[in-house]
């Protein structure tokens, strides 16, 4: 009926809209009408996950036309397949339609299409956003949105796959559909998304068929679903949830299969009566509360309560223990006094094991710190790397009856080499560490997901993005299993993954666990708490690789105003925050301050790591970038040496290479050292290249372009500027 253009509008003002219009051949009453009707639908819509309308009107031909938003996305099931969303992802993005779609029921309209393809996500400053659209064969349900609006009852409205029963069993005649009928559509796409297939198999099937299996057939549901269909489709479905095929039916069962049944029931009676009642019932389960649609049983909801409240129902237990045991008879008093004294035979022993373990980490400490003895070390100056080495030997040799202690102080020495960029030394620790909690502990104990975590940081430091990544989701994945999850490691677990995604150029999936994780840390301490201050600097420097630069700046100055007053103005992590201030500063014009910043990081790397460090050389890299065109002799000088510290301490491909030796070109190419310039510049494009930077890739591309033109190299100069378009 109708057909959408790509269109500018120019006032009141510019931007990209959608223009809609019936199309030619089309217009007759009933295509006039439906259009009319569409054009109010919209009219009444205010919702940010519904597009809006704009503006109507006619073309001098009297054709009508309606402008509504452009939603630049895709549709929900391959926006979700397509960056691989777990279940809880889907299930929030899920959450924002049914809102959209309550909007326009409480606004008196019924969408009767709601399938995939009117459903679209676009990114926005606030993540991914879900947009309903098309609402070209809505239904009023307070009043005819146009005169004669009944043209409908003749005929099915709708896609066959997501009607409701009563929708194709009331066609024809003057039915009275209510929101109970979008409520079946929405549960449709709910099954789609949870379980990659709708309720019925649609595939080939005859309409009338499809039409017969909605108002006679009985749904199955997800779990079921998923179960009957063949291996290799069980596979891709699971891993595109990142869940394994063991795992996957198991967090469908229960809560999930009976809302998407309650959704999808074939009496209206006995489904949500609202999209917002749908929502509420998801929001239950994601907080594991008992749901709406879940069997009223006592033991249901007694097994929700004893998850939530596990620590209080312990102790409840014990209490009620003892009271019992207080009011039995003399036997059971026996058998309690002896079931006593067994308990403090063990207690007795479990302290004495306790007492031979302390013993034997005072004696390890005392023979670690024996070497800075005047008569061991002879004279010898003891320094704190010959600590940690001596402390990693010995803790291999001397804690073999304590493996977890042995575990521990291999950890906190691992994470001490990160932290001085000695990478090789810290993954041969962290490795042995995960190895020997998953061997005492299991592999799913909350102790090796703290272990992987740390892995997953030093994978990203050394760029193994797809490491990271991976040590990052097993941590995740095994902390939000626990019975009793450990907010503050998720918070830091999100962090570290969302940047192994960041460093992959997967920003649409780095945002909300950015998001997440601050917003953890900030219920948890407060907004002014130092573990605040890494999800706003994450959060920055993603908002900073968009080129958001006044997004990013704030910020990064509250995480550096948190560090200087939790840590002291001397401490690494001020130093990291004054170079991403300075970096913001610089991009929006300011660049005394961000030559004040990056001096004064200088300095406190120079003081706490050293000059050898990699953190140092990002120090004297954006120094020497600010100084270029006011000093080019100590530019020059900084930039020499960031190059020759990264080359220490990484590979010859690594990213943070890319940006003193692009700045050195530029350098370079305004002294006239062409030949130089052009060196530095091709090999900072490589890099760049290699790590699908695009915006930096096409900055480094300009550049090298116009020193190519300025040589006379025209044709090279024009092949590279057309390869960053």
Request: glycine content about 8%; some cysteine.
């Amino acid at each position: 009926m109708g057909v959408v253009y790509l269109a500018e509008q120019t006032v009141p003002v510019r931007r990209q809209v959608a223009l809609k219009m019936v199309r030619q051949g089309a217009m007759h009453s009933q295509a006039n009408a439906r259009f009319e009707a569409e054009r109010q639908a919209m009219a009444r819509l205010q919702h940010p996950n519904v597009a809006q309308l704009f503006e109507a009107g006619s073309t001098s031909e009297g054709d009508p036309y309606f402008v509504m938003e452009l939603v630049p996305g895709e549709q929900i099931t391959d926006y979700c397949d397509g960056r691989r969303l777990g279940i809880r992802a889907r299930i929030e993005l899920f959450q924002r339609v049914c809102d959209g779609v309550q909007h326009a029921h409480e606004k008196g309209l019924l969408h009767r299409d709601l399938k995939p393809s009117n459903i679209l996500v676009t990114e926005t400053e606030s993540g991914p956003t879900p947009k309903v659209l098309d609402f070209g064969v809505a239904k009023a349900i307070d009043q005819p949105l146009v005169e004669g609006s009944l043209f409908t009852g003749e005929q099915i409205v709708g896609t066959p796959a997501y009607l409701s029963p009563e929708a194709v069993e009331m066609a024809g005649t003057a039915f009275d559909l209510d929101t109970r009928s979008d409520v079946y559509s929405l549960g449709v796409l709910l099954y789609e998304l949870l379980v990659g297939v709708r309720p019925f198999e649609t595939k080939g099937i005859p309409f009338v068929q499809i039409l017969r299996q909605v108002t006679e057939g009985e749904p199955t549901g997800p779990s079921t679903r998923w179960r009957a269909l063949d291996d290799s489709s069980r596979a891709e479905l699971a891993s595109s949830r990142r869940l394994d095929e063991t795992t996957f039916p198991k967090r469908l069962r229960g809560d999930l299969d009976w809302i998407v049944l309650k959704a999808i029931a074939t009496d209206r009676a006995e489904r949500y009566p609202s999209a917002a009642s749908l929502a509420a019932d998801l929001e239950r389960h994601l907080r594991d509360e008992p749901v709406e649609a879940g069997p009223p049983t006592a033991r249901y909801r007694l097994g929700k309560f004893v998850r939530r409240r596990r620590g209080f129902v312990i102790a409840a237990a014990a209490l009620l223990l003892s009271l019992v045991l207080g009011l039995t008879g003399t036997l059971v008093n026996l058998e309690r006094a002896q079931s006593e004294a067994e308990r403090a035979n063990r207690q007795a022993a479990a302290t004495q094991q306790a007492l031979e373990e302390t013993d034997e980490i005072a004696e390890f400490l005392q023979g670690l710190f024996e070497v800075s003895d005047p008569g061991t070390a002879r004279g010898n100056t003891i320094t704190a790397r010959e600590l940690l080495d001596r402390g990693a030997t010995r803790a291999r040799t001397d804690l073999q009856s304590r493996p977890l202690t042995r575990a521990r102080f291999m950890l906190t020495i691992g994470n001490v080499y990160t932290k001085l960029g000695l990478y090789e030394e810290a993954q041969e620790l962290l490795q042995e560490t995960v190895a020997t909690r998953e061997q005492v502990l299991g592999p799913d104990h909350p102790e090796v997901a703290a272990a992987l975590s740390d892995l997953g940081w030093l994978a990203y430091l050394r760029r193994n993005d797809a490491a990271a990544e991976a040590y990052g989701q097993r941590a995740l994945g095994i902390l939000e299993a626990a019975p009793e999850p450990d907010r503050r490691e998720i918070s830091d677990v999100l962090n570290s993954l969302g940047l192994a995604y960041w460093a992959q150029g997967r920003d649409d999936e780095a945002e909300p666990l950015f998001q997440r994780s601050l917003r953890i840390s900030e219920e948890l301490a407060g907004p002014e708490a130092s573990i605040v201050a890494a999800g706003l600097t994450n959060l920055g420097v993603l908002y900073f690789t968009q080129r958001r630069f006044e997004e990013a700046e704030p910020l990064f100055r509250r995480s550096l105003a948190i560090e200087e007053k939790e840590l002291g103005s001397d401490h690494p992590e001020v130093a990291l925050s004054l170079n991403n201030l300075g970096e913001a500063v610089r991009e929006l014009g300011d660049r005394e301050e961000a030559e004040s910043n990056f001096r004064r990081a200088l300095a406190i790397y120079h003081q706490a790591v050293g000059p050898d460090h990699p953190d140092y050389g990002m120090a004297l890299a954006n120094l020497g970038g600010i100084l270029r065109e006011g000093d080019p002799g100590e530019a020059e000088t900084a930039l020499l040496k960031a190059v020759r510290n990264y080359e220490g301490n990484f590979t010859s491909d690594h990213p943070w290479l890319a940006s003193p030796l692009h700045d050195l070109g530029l350098l370079y190419r305004d002294q006239g050292r062409l030949e130089e310039a052009e060196s530095s510049l091709r090999r900072a494009l490589a890099i760049r290249q290699s790590q699908s930077d695009d915006w930096e890739t096409a900055e480094t591309a300009r550049a090298l372009a116009a020193l190519l033109r300025s040589t006379g190299r025209h044709q090279e100069a024009q092949s590279l500027e057309n390869s960053v378009q």
